[in-house]
């Protein structure tokens, strides 16, 4: 994927970008939630719940929203309970594009969820048309811009992460799911930050994309990732960093 914009890339810069705090917390408020509610509110007993309290973190979300959630999911202080559903689908150029949600009803969800795929010229497939082309990974995303890579790598790979991807403003350390908490602790001990933090679903396969149907590739990942019920979008489609640069101009 080097030298290539992967979508995991580009939705966390533009969430900085396009300054969407309120509707990140209200996505990292439902994870949590719903991971305490599934798991417990210890977080040292339950991964889920502490690696949706390390995204909060990163994303600047106050210790007391934080708090508050957990306590929400752990039925100390109410609150509606949230439904997994995932929803699968094809975008421009024939792009798989797999779904995560949480939801308070699914009727809703998956009404809105079928109305952006249609809006920006995908469409919505069946359960598993999809899925098969994705993998569950760990994914550590740390900005370039004054990083040793170097040291980053060799620290990765003797923690035991599985890749380390080099692109132009990021590098991707990759472990197993099962890999995943120790390599991250191990890396925070050697002085290395994450970015970005998660267990996700990446694509083993890419299509490439360019010009009007990167576009609206790009306009229908980020309605969908815009809708609250909406935790994360996964798709396989790559994009240059040149067609990236003219879309932005």
Known sequence: ?????????????????????????????????????????????????????????????????????????????????????????????????LVETLTDNKNRTVGDVRHVFTKFGGNLGASGCVSYLFEKQGLLQFDREGLDGDALLESALEAGAADVVEGDSAIDVITSPADFEAVKSSLQQAGFAPAHAAISLEPTTTVSLEGKEAESMLRLADALDDLDDVQSVNANFAISEAEMARIAG
């Open 1 to 97: 994927m080097s030298g290539h914009s992967k979508w995991s890339t580009i939705k966390r810069k533009k969430g900085v970008a396009d300054a969407k705090r309120g509707k990140i917390f209200t996505k990292l408020i439902r994870e949590i939630a719903t991971a305490s509610r599934m798991g417990g509110a210890d977080r040292d007993a339950n991964p889920r719940l502490r690696l949706a309290i390390d995204r909060a973190r990163i994303a600047n979300m106050p210790k007391d929203n934080i708090e508050r959630a957990i306590k929400k999911g752990s039925g100390a202080s109410g609150g509606e309970a949230y439904e997994e559903a995932v929803y699968e689908g094809y975008g421009p150029g024939g792009a798989a594009v």
